[in-house]
């Protein structure tokens, strides 16, 4: 490999300048859809890091550690070792050469336009789930489903969790220094990385973390990161029982007994006490250390081979300490990944609500209508179709009739204020949006339930209006206690509870 050496290094610059052309000719076209807007990124990507690893190749070879290339330099100019022709060195290097592009026909040159034309062309293989369509929402079923399972979540729905994810300070700091908590976090930065990593390959994720890391080390030294103002400790030795017994849950001995002798003993052991005895010892030894700090223990709690009260707090507390500032700087990560996500987070919440509102039929309608709308975009060789009279697309992709097109009558705009002005064209699209989830949204946030007595009603004030009527009138029919509830005297006389109280109040009964 030595005797090829500066063909190595010559191929290697060919090779980088030659990708740097093909992403300046990339990048110059503009995709029509976001699509091929994310093949693009990819592709660019994929090219950088090929020119990087290629870069760090000639970065060795211009080392040169072992002095191959200056022996090689040497022979090209006739000074060998072994003192031969300087023709014959010429001729043995020519043939050298040729013996290694016969070997690897890849190194030859090649056609700048070919290449051009074939890399342009790829599409990548790009990871995405189906909820994740591409990129355009995010997919967090499975930390959802871990986050209301676990002890610092809430049973709240999905489309809630979309609003309290990036909101760690949400969560008390006890709760945070659980392990639960920690492997969530894990677990849903590196969600986070990963679907920003696939989405957008042309950011530098790393030089965005280390920004992140030092404005956090200032802010952490300062003591003025966001709930976690105290450097993470937190009742100090109470919040590293917080994995297996919370103190703060027991008044008394009798309550922690009920806990049980195994956890008893492995929360001692955590905090080095003595772990034997009775369970009623083993609890008023640990119930100690609720209100006092372990250096003001006497000694004679702690097992044979601690290292003290004073060491051993000193330790919890530094290692309480190095594990709140691990989770404090995953949770500035997890932030900053979802201010850059932001769009892509609203999306999401959009997406999920409109399902929700949506019914089976319509949500394959939809999914039909997506895809057909992907392989109108991509089919870059279609031509702009003529459509002077802006007629609506037909099922084949071309304008409807005309006549068809006048007698749905599609040229008629019906405008729905409930629906934030939205415009309807035709009636049957009118007739049908009633049962839709726009409307249905509407509906919803004026508080009137949308039955048929509402339909072709688009006015916001007579929605309400009729509905100020239909509750009057189901107002007759309602129950109502003071005249219809019964009550009995001594005497077996029925009366009514307005009657009844008011003889009551005479002293009549």
């Known amino acids: 490999m030595s005797s090829t050496l500066l063909e190595v290094t010559r191929a290697a610059h060919e090779e980088v300048e030659r990708l740097e052309r093909l992403i300046v000719k990339d990048l110059q076209n503009e995709p029509p859809s976001s699509k091929d807007r994310l093949f693009q990124s990819h592709r660019v990507r994929h090219m950088i890091d090929t020119i990087a690893a290629a870069t760090e190749k000639l970065i060795e070879v211009y080392e040169d550690k072992d002095g191959a290339r200056k022996d090689e330099i040497a022979a090209l100019g006739g000074q060998t070792a072994t003192g031969t022709n300087v023709f014959s060195a010429f001729y043995d290097r020519l043939k050298e050469i040729r013996e290694y592009h016969r070997k690897h026909p890849a190194a030859r040159v090649v056609d700048a336009n070919e290449e051009y034309e074939v890399l342009l062309k790829e599409e990548p293989q790009i990871?995405?789930?189906?909820?994740?369509?591409l990129g355009r929402y995010l997919d967090m079923h499975e930390l959802y489903h871990q986050y209301i399972n676990c002890k610092f979540g809430e049973p709240i729905e999905y489309s809630a969790y979309?609003?309290?994810?990036?909101?760690?300070?949400?969560?008390?700091?006890?709760?945070?220094?659980?392990?639960?908590?920690?492997?969530?976090?894990?677990?849903?930065?590196?969600?986070?990385?990963?679907?920003?990593?696939?989405?957008?390959?042309?950011?530098?994720?790393?030089?965005?973390?280390?920004?992140?890391?030092?404005?956090f080390e200032e802010e952490w030294a300062d003591n003025k990161v966001e709930g976690w103002e105290n450097g993470g400790q937190e009742n100090g030795h109470a919040a590293l029982l917080n994995t297996v017994i919370d103190l703060d849950y027991y008044s008394s001995v009798e309550e922690l007994m009920e806990v049980?002798?195994?956890?008893?003993?492995?929360?001692?052991?955590a905090l080095g006490l003595k772990s034997g005895g009775t369970v009623q010892q083993r609890a008023e030894r640990l119930f100690l250390t609720k209100h006092t700090p372990l250096d003001k223990l006497d000694k004679k709690h702690f097992a044979k081979g601690s290292r003290g009260s004073e060491?051993?707090?000193?330790?919890?507390?530094?290692?309480?300490?190095?594990?709140?500032?691990?989770?404090?700087?995953?949770?500035?990560?997890?932030?900053?990944?979802?201010s850059l996500l932001e769009e892509t987070i609203t999306r999401t919440k959009e997406n999920v609500e409109k399902k929700q509102a949506l019914t089976y039929e319509e949500m394959e309608a939809e999914r039909e209508e997506e895809e057909t709308q992907a392989d109108t975009e991509s089919d870059d060789d279609e031509q702009q179709i003529y459509n002077p009279l802006k007629l609506p697309m037909g099922w084949d992709g071309k304008p409807i009739p005309y006549w068809?097109?006048?007698?749905?009558?599609?040229?008629?705009?019906?405008?729905?204020?409930?629906?934030?002005?939205?415009?309807?064209?035709?009636?049957?699209?009118?007739?049908?949006?009633?049962?839709?989830?726009?409307?249905?949204?509407?509906?919803?946030?004026?508080?009137?339930?949308?039955?048929?007595?509402?339909?072709?009603?688009?006015?916001?004030?007579?929605?309400q209006e009729l509905w100020e009527r239909i509750q009057e009138r189901s107002g007759l029919n309602k129950w109502r206690p003071d005249l219809e509830e019964e009550y009995e005297d001594k005497e077996g006389n029925i009366y009514n509870k307005k009657t009844y109280t008011d003889l009551q109040r005479q002293g009549l009964i």
């Open 127 to 133: 990871e995405f789930s189906g909820e994740e369509a």
């Open 162 to 215: 979309l609003d309290v994810f990036s909101q760690p300070e949400r969560i008390s700091r006890k709760l945070k220094l659980t392990r639960q908590y920690k492997e969530y976090l894990e677990n849903l930065l590196e969600y986070l990385a990963y679907f920003f990593q696939r989405t957008e390959p042309l950011q530098d994720l790393d030089r965005i973390f280390a920004k992140v890391e030092g404005d």
């Open 260 to 269: 049980g002798p195994e956890k008893l003993k492995e929360a001692l052991a």
């Open 311 to 338: 060491q051993n707090g000193v330790a919890m507390a530094v290692q309480q300490t190095d594990n709140g500032k691990d989770i404090a700087l995953m949770e500035a990560k997890v932030k900053k990944l979802c």
């Open 404 to 463: 068809l097109y006048k007698l749905h009558g599609l040229g008629q705009e019906f405008k729905c204020e409930i629906c934030g002005n939205h415009s309807y064209w035709g009636r049957r699209a009118f007739e049908r949006h009633f049962k839709e989830w726009r409307h249905q949204h509407g509906m919803r946030c004026l508080g009137i339930p949308n039955t048929k007595n509402f339909n072709e009603i688009t006015s916001i004030q007579e929605a």
